[in-house]
């Protein structure tokens, strides 16, 4: 298993700075994508930004140019940067991280992947006007 504690979040006046830091722990070597997601009240859940273990990123378009997600393999920590916050970017943020753990099907099974999917507790951010 995959265990992710996020820190960081805090209230925020427009036009202000942020760092979410998450932390990792338990199956490391298991995972590929770690990063962040968000979820604002009355809105489904959505991608922030993602890095692969190998490096590639993903980020949302309404974040782009503003937030910067970086990785630590050697630390197991994933962070966002998040400059020029505005009042649409009030979310609750969860770390998030994706990868493959071994499973053997009983003690004489094959050992097969399988998928998984780790979620922080989340942590608020509120950008204030």
């Known amino acids: 298993q995959v265990q992710l504690v996020e820190s960081g979040g805090g209230l925020v006046q427009a036009g202000g700075s942020l760092r979410l830091s998450c932390a990792a722990s338990g199956s490391i070597s298991s995972i590929d994508a770690m990063g962040w997601y968000r979820q604002a009240p009355g809105k489904q859940r959505e991608l922030v930004a993602l890095m692969t273990r190998g490096g590639s990123t993903n980020y949302a378009d309404s974040v782009k140019g503003r937030f910067i997600i970086s990785r630590d393999n050697a630390k197991n920590t994933v962070d966002l940067q998040m400059n020029g916050l505005k009042t649409e970017d009030t979310a609750v943020y969860y770390c998030?991280?994706?990868?493959?753990?071994?499973?053997?099907?009983?003690?004489?099974?094959?050992?097969?992947?399988?998928?998984?999917?780790?979620w922080g507790q989340g942590t608020q951010v509120t950008v204030s006007s």
């Open positions: 998030n991280a994706e990868g493959e753990l071994l499973h053997r099907d009983g003690d004489d099974g094959d050992v097969v992947p399988k998928p998984f999917v780790s």
